[in-house]
């Protein structure tokens, strides 16, 4: 009889019911891994709890299998995911250790997808957990609602909120699966006192946000930030609610349509060309409970949680998210300096120049770099190292072979995860010596990080005296000092610029 590769692995009790996942066994049939798939952490915002925060799950009986993904949140377009379907009924989590863990034994990763808050999954085949599991961790991915359904405000969900509030349910997502962890990790193998979370893009800029969420304090002891939204300006309540309003007074006749429907009203709210400095809606929000100010505003005030902290950028941020933005000519960038930067569009000109229309498509993808992602992870960095010494930054340089630009937003997710073959037998890149060279120092540093919450020997510390990071590429070595003239030039605009409220800024002719 041909040997099962999947064999059952004994179930686990969880506080809703028992759970059974497979084991995985490793390229030379060793290192075997647990994994569980498909675990529901809340019940299903399906209904009336659509746009509401989770609830806690109704338990079941038996032994429920945990032998495939659940369903992705709703998303269009959707990522690559291992997942079968879409559904409102997708709070699932994703669990691997290996396969011979002791109770309580070993550190947690709980990764958070990135997409803007508006796509990803926790079953993308680039963030699959078994590689990190096999360095001695237990790896966690999940889905959290996205877009409108995970950010939508509205008047009347705020009068029926015990905290006269709303919004912002894809991060109150995040903290239920996060307290599912504390309260079930250890009979997984995991410490639920040794939890890293780390997280690319938006899901990095949740992070960010719960750095400073009295509501996310003890539910992780450690964190990871790759390329993170963070210090973006967030609409308020009120801004948001008047958003959702524009879409229906009715809130009932809302949830009455269907998943679909709802998801067709999204560019009703979302602009063809972000504002760089001004808050964009369907993400978080300054909600008064979860949210409380703004971001920047919070950093540079009583400061984030202090923990053991990675964070990072990659050196080409900006080129494949702008890549379609319609500013071509000398014109329109002039235009986008003055709709971004009022009163100082000269000095991020001279900053930023372009003196040919050719010029403009690099400049804006700088500008929406350094705004984006590099002044945040700067100021994170900042704002943490003061409060703990234990700060680490690095810069994310490794070109795959044959790749012109870059690297680009995300691009090191796969090494991360030590998922280069995966990536590449996916119509990926192409990958070779070096990088799973840097992949296996990127594993083994992140999975050793969330061991003892150290990076010693590793790259030096960060102080904002030294603005130490770790460049990460081919070669490896320290450096300082990224970007710090265009940098500090934002930090001016910032803390010069009028707090009266301002409108988003978008390119004159368009809607």
């Known amino acids: 009889m041909a040997k099962n590769p999947l064999p059952f692995f004994p179930a ?141 405000a509205h008047p009347s969900l705020t009068a029926e909120s015990a905290e006269g509030t709303s919004g912002n349910y894809g991060l109150l997502d995040q903290l239920a699966a996060l307290a599912w962890i504390r309260d079930n990790i250890a009979g997984f193998g995991g410490d639920p006192a040794r939890v890293t979370v780390f997280g690319v893009s938006a899901g990095a800029a949740a992070i960010s946000l719960f750095l400073t969420a009295p509501l996310a304090d003890g539910l992780f002891q450690q964190a990871i930030l790759q390329s993170p939204g963070t210090a973006r300006a967030l609409s308020s309540l009120g801004e948001a609610e008047s958003a959702g309003l524009s879409l229906s007074a009715d809130l009932d006749a809302l949830r009455k349509r269907s998943a679909r429907d709802v998801l067709a009203m999204t560019p009703l709210l979302v602009p063809e060309v972000r504002g760089l400095t001004t808050p964009r809606p369907l993400r978080p929000i300054r909600d008064g409970w979860l949210v409380r100010e703004d971001e920047r505003a919070a950093l540079k005030g009583h400061g984030p949680r202090p923990m053991p902290i990675i964070l990072g950028t990659n050196a080409d941020e900006g080129t494949r998210l702008t890549q379609d933005w319609p500013v071509r000519s000398l014109e329109q960038y002039r235009e986008f300096l003055r709709a971004n930067f009022p009163g100082r569009e000269e000095a991020f000109g001279a900053l930023y120049p372009a003196e040919t229309d050719d010029e403009v498509a690099a400049r804006v993808a700088e500008l929406f770099a350094d705004t984006q992602f590099n002044y945040g992870i700067r100021l994170l960095a900042r704002t943490m190292s003061a409060r703990e010494r234990r700060t680490w930054r690095y810069l994310f340089t490794r070109r795959h072979p044959g790749q012109k630009d870059g690297p680009h937003h995300t691009d090191e997710v796969p090494y991360v995860f030590g998922s280069l073959d995966v990536s590449a037998q996916r119509g990926g890149n192409a990958y070779d010596a070096t990088d799973h060279a840097v992949s296996a120092l990127m594993m083994k540093s992140w999975v050793a990080f969330a061991a003892s919450g150290d990076c010693a020997g590793a790259w030096p510390p960060y102080t904002t005296e030294s603005e130490r990071y770790l460049e990460i590429g081919d070669p490896t070595v320290p450096s300082h000092g990224w970007r710090g003239r265009m940098l500090d030039e934002i930090e001016d605009y910032y803390s010069i610029r009028d707090d009266s409220p301002q409108t988003p800024a978008s390119i004159p002719g368009r809607p």
């Open 12 to 152: 686990v009790d969880t506080s809703a019911g028992k759970v059974q996942g497979t084991i995985r066994r490793g390229p030379a049939d060793t290192s075997a891994v647990s994994a569980f798939l498909g675990i529901p952490y809340a019940a299903p915002p399906v209904g009336q709890l659509r746009w509401r925060p989770p609830r806690a799950l109704a338990p079941w009986s038996g032994i429920r299998s945990a032998s495939r993904f659940g369903p992705d949140c709703w998303q269009e377009p959707r990522v690559e995911s291992l997942a079968r379907s879409l559904s409102e009924d997708c709070l699932y989590l994703n669990i691997w250790a290996p396969a011979d863990a002791a109770p309580r034994s070993l550190p947690v990763m709980v990764w958070l997808h990135g997409g803007s808050f508006e796509s990803g999954s926790g079953a993308e085949p680039s963030c699959d957990g078994a590689a990190l599991a096999r360095l001695g961790a237990v790896v966690v991915t999940l889905n959290y609602r996205l877009g409108i359904f995970g950010f939508l």
